[in-house]
């Protein structure tokens, strides 16, 4: 690649994204050059793209949080599918508990 190429890129890159002409000392270059061409070109293309995008909203999944702060805990993280039997395991391993200990409490009759 030459070394025109490659300072030509950023400009090429400006001229895509506001819809203008390349540069005028890089304009020579570009009109010969099927390399830059084609960046241009795709580089416009991207362009359009990204305008189509702008106006796309995306609401983030409810339990984002939960996962990115469980992912960071490593091992401790849990799979969404698995939250609802783990608390419901939870809740019945608890209760059994106070059970357990309500039954084994000293007696004073």
Not at 25 to 46: I, N
Not at 48 to 65: I, N, Q, S
Not at 87 to 105: D, E, G, Y
């Amino acid at each position: 690649m030459k070394l025109v190429c490659e300072v030509a890129a950023p400009f090429l890159a400006n001229a895509a994204a506001e819809g203008a002409s390349t540069a005028r000392p890089l304009r020579a270059h570009v009109d010969r050059c099927l390399r830059c061409q084609a960046r241009h070109v795709a580089k416009v293309k991207t362009a359009r793209e990204m305008k189509v995008l702008t106006g796309m909203v995306e609401r983030a999944p409810l339990d984002l949080e939960w996962r990115v702060m469980s992912s960071l805990e490593g091992d401790l993280a849990v799979s969404r599918s698995w939250r609802r039997p783990l608390a419901v395991a939870a809740a019945l391993v608890s209760m059994a508990a106070a059970v357990l200990i309500w039954k084994m409490r000293p007696r004073t009759c």
